[in-house]
């Protein structure tokens, strides 16, 4: 079974510095991921995928995640935070012909002056 | 492209009572998904619908919760006798054929039960 664990579940930084959000996937075959961020009531929005192409990834709003094969992960970095950042991220696999996503337990970033 | 609406976008409900949600896709997308979202957890996949046909269910769908797609458009959501463990934030996404690892998700439904 495909899954993905979010290393931490809360993750605070100051505004302009950097911004690193951990996780690990599980998968028997190449799997996709993605990123979604989840801003107080307001839907789940697609910062980036991973679909077998290029391992960097970039995304909306300065955000970008490198597929490491050989350390299972996709984290998530982004060179400086701005206070508009704060929300909870997921870290997400597809799985199935169906591409259902299944999703990590999140981790809320906080941004502090 | 007016995005994936949700309705209601609140509910609450006496335990016992059926309810109802509705899930619009954005127009083109014919695959749609409903996801569930507790508290301090990320959703958990539920059912989807390529157009009309319903081709996979979880193990978290009981048999007190049926979806339909009846003309492959707007979905629908019952939840009969409800529980206060179903109590949750009910999401619907949907994608296009093509591109069907882009899922596009709604607000949201969220149900209390008393």
Redesign the interface.
Known sequence: AQSVTQLDSHVSVSEGTPVLLRCNYSSSYSPSLFWYVQHPNKGLQLLLKYTSAATLVKGINGFEAEFKKSETSFHLTKPSAHMSDAAEYFCVVSVGGGNKLTFGTGTQLKVEL | DT??SQNPRHKITKRGQNVTFRCDPISEHN?L?W?RQTL??????LT?F?NEAQ??KSRLLSDRFSAERPKGSFSTLEIQRTEQGDSAMY?C?S?HKDN?????????TRLTVT
Request: hydrophobic share 20%; glycine share 18%; aromatic share 26%.
């Open positions: 995005g994936v695959r998904y996801y301090g957890q990320g959703p958990e996949f989807y390529q081709l996979e999401l996404a994608s069907s690892y882009e899922q596009y998700f709604g607000p949201g």
